[in-house]
């Protein structure tokens, strides 16, 4: 059994390896920064409920707190489940307000609502089952979700910068209010995918499935797209730099949409999609009537 010194020590190892101060972490519990202190200091303990919450928010099990001599990097990643199937209930992993860094998650399923708030960086995510994620307020960072399910998801005030969505399937999935830099969507399922109010900068939409697919009050910039575009509705945005290259376009709804600097190589349209993007004065030498 570790002494309350040992613990406390434990509890600063892991705080600092997940660059919090006593503070936020304090913040992040509901408790005093003084309480926080007193821990580290061997001075005394928190209760076993709070024993839970900051394993949690720390990224370890609570063995690395008892008697155990696992160390904070032998601790990681861990994510406790926080259900059990039984009467129904869907089993899940609770990831909220954590600061995940370097994690292999791979195979991950079940997150549901239990990823809000959440700093993620350097992570794996290859081939999860992520289906119905709601992310409110996250920042995600230089991660790898290819091939993962992401359909019904949906995107609210987050960062996503750097990441890659490769293969993916974000058919039916909602960007709201939401920044999304240097992501890779080559090959991407966005059928019936909804974005407004969202910045989409340097992002490459190689190959992706554009179907019944909408982007309203948003900027794409330096955004590029090939193959098609179908039933997609453009309003109220702002292409700027974005390029379309060898893009099929068919009953495409282009309103209030500034196209000017936009650029339109080897591509098709049918003739409503055309007199559409007209209206928004883009530059259709690049794009012959179909």
């Known amino acids: 059994m570790l002494s309350v010194f040992e613990i406390g020590e434990k509890i600063a190892i892991a705080r600092k390896m997940k660059n919090l101060s006593q503070a936020q972490l304090a913040e992040l519990l509901s408790v005093s920064a003084q309480a926080v202190g007193k821990w580290e200091r061997g001075e005394s303990m928190p209760d076993i409920l709070t024993f839970g919450r900051l394993a949690e928010i720390l990224g370890v099990s609570l063995n690395y707190f008892g008697g155990s001599q696992e160390t904070f990097e032998e601790a990681l990643p861990v994510v406790q489940p926080i259900e059990t199937e039984k009467s129904g209930q869907k089993s899940g992993w609770d990831m909220s307000l954590g600061n995940w860094v370097d994690a292999d998650f791979s195979g991950l399923h079940g997150l549901a609502e239990r990823f809000n708030k959440a700093n993620i960086e350097k992570c794996l995510f290859v081939e999860s089952e992520l289906a119905g994620l709601i992310l409110k307020g996250n920042n995600i960072g230089n991660c790898d979700f290819t091939r993962s399910d992401l359909s019904g998801c949906k995107f609210s005030n987050s960062n ?71 039933n997609c509705v453009f309003t109220n945005c702002e292409l ?19 196209l000017k600097r936009a650029k339109f190589i080897n591509c098709k349209a049918d003739k409503l999609s055309y007199a559409f993007m007209k209206a928004c004065k883009a530059d259709l030498t690049g794009v012959e009537i179909i």
């Not at 989409?200 to 190689?206: A, I």
């Not at 700027?240 to 500034?258: A, D, H, L, Q, W």
Request: glycine residues 6%.
């Open 160 to 230: 996503l910068e750097n990441n890659m969505f490769e293969g993916c399937d974000f058919s039916r999935s909602e960007f709201l209010r939401s920044n999304v830099k240097s992501c890779d969507f080559s090959g991407t399922d966005l059928t019936g995918c909804v974005s407004k109010w969202c910045n989409f900068q340097r992002v490459k939409l190689s190959d992706a499935v554009l179907r019944d697919t909408e982007f309203h009050w948003g900027n794409l910039t330096e955004t590029t797209f090939d193959g098609e575009i179908t």
């Open 240 to 258: 700027v730099r974005s390029e379309f290259n060898g893009v099929v376009i068919r009953n495409t709804f282009f309103k209030n949409c500034k």
